[in-house]
Each structure stands twice: as structure tokens, then as C-alpha cells.
């Protein structure tokens, strides 16, 4: 059995990105529909927007997506195990090693996404805006930014559990989770049990998310320079805040 240290860092474990695409696909994850959804939203507000910029990509599911619908489709992520699956499925697009407070890529994008609640992993609101203005540096003028927050500080579950099992011939994984609010933050600890064909293995993450206002978020775009608004829903049920760039970087 091995176990992650009780420090939590912002990059999944190689152990994690192994398994990430498998065991969410088992919960009910669909790329492609979220991919389509959020293409969706850009075209509606950009219509001749052809490059997107997805940051924190993760394994780059969205990308695989997004590549069919614009000319250009690179990530960001900070995970080096995440960035090497994402990389092996996107022959024809780039996927940039970076933090999403301080990136700077030296382009621009029709559409910035940043999913999956990641900007929550912001220790505080300064990292948080941090993050918000790089996002908004690296659209063009019209460019389209979608944020996904995590859940807002009066919407958090406290003591909230959640499980899931996937499983093949030859490989099974099991995640169990348990989330805690510790201030403004929520601390969520997930054990993964993997068995294959080599035994039965165990380790813990610990994920650490901000519970930002919607205010704080909005805030931090208007201070980026591209205002947005809240969307309820989206794909996990957080909503989304949509905006879109009139003018260029540094104007």
C-alpha cells in the first residue's frame, strides 16, 4: 500500500492520472457532450473563434473533443503524468507545462477554458485573481473565457461522501471520498484501491479547494479586464462564468 503525503500539492499524482479517465468514465463523465456544450458557448459568442487554450487539461479528454471543432487546441497542466497522457492523444496540438497563476505562452486564443473547478485550487483570492488575469492575457480580442468554480462557500456539503467502482477484465478501481470544510476552504481526501494482474495497491489523495464567492470570481475577471457572468448548471452542476474580451491583452 502507498499512501500520498498529507501535504497537498495542486498536480495529480502519476498514480492518479493512470487511472483518472477510467474511473470517471465509470461515473458518468462525458467529454464529448461537455466538449460539445462548451464549444457550443464559445461559437455562440465568438462565431469565427478557432483556437482554444484548455487550462489545467488534465488527461486532455476535452481536447480530443475540441480538436474536431477548432483549427487550433492546446492545454496547459501542471501535472506531469496528466501532461503526458494529454500530449499522447493530441498528435496536432500542444500541451504547455504550467501553473495557471503565472503562465505565459507568448500567444493568444479565440477561447480560454479553464474546468473542472481549478481555479479553486488558488490558496487565496490573490492567487485566485492571479490565475483569473493570466487566463484573460491569453485571449484575443473577442476571445471568449468559461471558468468553472467550485462550489460557492453556502453551497458546500460539509462531512460529504461520494463512491465510485469501475471495472474491465483484468482491472478493477475503487475511489472513495470524504470532504471537510476547514474555513474557506473545503479538504477533500480520496482513497483509491486499484487491482490488476500485478496485486492490489492503495493510495490517498488529498485535494484542496477555495470556497470563493461568486462575487470574488467575478471580481477577479472585472480586475482581469473581461467582466463575466454566472451561469448556473454546467457540466458538474457548479455553473459556469462566461465573458468574452473586447479588447487586446494590455489595452
Not at 455562440?44 to 489545467?56: E, H, T
Not at 468553472?148 to 475511489?175: I, M, T, Y
Request: charged share 25%.
Amino acid at each position: 500500500m502507498s499512501s500520498a503525503p498529507e501535504a497537498v500539492h495542486s498536480a495529480y499524482s502519476a498514480e492518479h492520472a493512470e487511472i483518472y479517465d477510467f474511473i470517471h468514465a465509470a461515473r458518468g463523465r462525458d467529454w464529448a457532450a461537455e466538449a460539445d456544450e462548451l464549444a457550443g458557448i464559445v461559437k455562440q459568442r465568438n462565431p469565427g473563434a478557432d483556437s482554444v487554450l484548455d487550462v489545467a487539461c488534465g488527461t486532455g479528454e476535452h481536447l480530443v473533443h475540441f480538436s474536431r471543432r477548432f483549427g487550433r487546441a492546446d492545454g496547459l497542466e501542471l501535472s506531469e503524468g496528466m501532461r503526458r497522457i494529454a500530449q499522447a492523444k493530441l498528435p496536432h496540438g500542444r500541451v504547455h507545462a504550467g501553473d495557471m497563476r503565472d503562465f505565459a505562452l507568448g500567444t493568444t486564443y479565440d477561447a480560454v477554458l479553464c474546468m473542472c473547478f481549478s481555479l479553486a485550487y488558488a490558496a487565496d483570492e490573490a492567487e485566485m485573481r492571479a490565475g483569473a488575469a493570466a487566463l484573460v492575457r491569453h485571449l484575443a480580442p473577442g476571445g471568449v473565457v468559461v471558468a468553472e468554480p467550485w462550489w460557492f462557500p453556502e453551497k458546500f456539503l460539509d462531512g460529504f461522501v461520494s463512491a465510485g467502482l469501475a471495472q474491465e477484465p483484468g482491472r478493477a478501481v475503487s475511489r472513495l471520498s470524504h470532504s471537510t470544510r476547514e474555513g474557506r476552504s473545503s479538504r477533500m481526501t480520496v482513497r483509491y484501491t486499484v487491482a490488476d494482474t500485478k496485486g492490489i495497491r492503495e493510495f490517498t489523495e488529498h485535494e484542496v479547494y477555495s470556497l470563493f464567492t461568486q462575487q470574488e470570481y467575478e471580481d477577479a475577471f472585472a480586475a482581469a479586464g473581461c467582466p463575466v457572468t454566472y451561469h448556473p448548471g454546467g457540466p458538474n452542476g457548479r455553473g459556469l462564468f462566461i465573458g468574452r474580451r473586447e479588447t487586446g491583452p494590455g489595452a
